[in-house]
């Protein structure tokens, strides 16, 4: 050999490329075998999307992201108390209002310092009215980003995250047809 390497000091340079340029594939020795089986299946997700259609946070529960479980009925529990709390006061002004064009005047809002008088009925039952819809449009959004985010994150599961993000540009030039060919390897 032209240039001998001392034994010590290879195996020192084989230790410190082991430690500097790791495995990429030893990544995936780190998943469980039930992770590993969901990254492989190309129908985990639309299965998650399913799932979570069916009852919300089981697709998060399914790919193994059941920290989202509470987040996604914390949403929806949130937009369906702040429902129930708008349509139970449109319903009270309503029976109120209803009430007073019958002629009977003891509902609670003329017990107050202010009595309510009828129009204000009328408005303070759209002002409900209008949260209660609003509080049933975030009760649809967070079922359908609840949706939505299992199948994203199914997605990414099976995304390839490789350690090495290098570019490397290729030219090539070609000698019997005209122009150049451009190709980035990733």
């Known amino acids: 050999m032209a240039q001998e390497i ?6 020192e340079n084989r230790e410190l490329n082991t430690i500097v340029i790791p495995d990429s594939m030893a990544y995936a020795k780190n998943y469980s075998l039930r992770i590993q089986r969901l990254i492989n299946d190309p129908l985990t997700p639309s299965k998650a999307a399913f799932y979570s259609a069916i009852i919300p946070g089981l697709g998060q529960a399914y790919i193994g992201k059941a920290w989202k479980v509470p987040i996604v009925y914390a949403a929806m ?13 449109m319903n009270e002004y309503r029976t109120a209002y209803k009430q007073r064009l019958n002629g009977i005047f003891n509902d609670r809002f003329l017990e107050k ?3 309510i008088t009828t129009e204000q009925l009328l408005l303070g039952m759209d002002f409900h009215k209008n949260y209660r819809d609003m509080a049933m449009l975030f009760l649809a959004a967070s079922y359908m980003l609840n949706i939505l985010d299992a199948n994203v994150s199914a997605h990414l599961l099976q995304f390839n995250v490789n350690d090495d993000l290098s570019v490397a540009p290729n ?10 060919r451009f190709a980035l390897k990733f």
């Open 171 to 180: 030219l090539f030039f070609d000698q019997e047809q005209s122009g150049i």
């Open 77 to 89: 529990g949130t937009s369906y108390y702040y429902f129930n709390l708008q349509n139970k006061q």
């Open 6 to 11: 001392p034994e010590e000091e290879e195996n």
């Open 113 to 115: 310092d202010i009595p």
